[in-house]
């Protein structure tokens, strides 16, 4: 995967507060849903479910359970799992 691009996800994560939950929140689980993150995180699971559609959108993660409207668990994609890597330390 090309550097530029794992800098560009960097970037981006970093500029709006709730991308940067979720990273701290996968760096710690393998597995995530909306309610969870947002109950650790202490925010609202509208906020929190709007960031993991971004992360979706940029295959950052995918969903494991796509068939269900509500209780959808997230996990880390390659790419995701290589901008963890970069951030790891660094910024989480």
Known sequence: MKEDLIDE??????????RLIL????KKNAI??????????????QNISRALKEFEERELIECLT???STWKKFILTDT????????????I
Request: no cysteine.
């Open 66 to 68: 796509p068939s269900k």
């Open 32 to 45: 995530a849903k909306a309610s969870d993150i947002a109950h650790d995180a202490q925010r609202s699971t």
């Open 23 to 26: 990273m701290e929140y996968f």
């Open 80 to 91: 995701g799992k290589a901008v963890m890597e970069k951030m790891d330390g660094k910024f």
């Open 9 to 18: 996800h960097v970037r981006w994560i970093l500029s709006i507060d709730r």
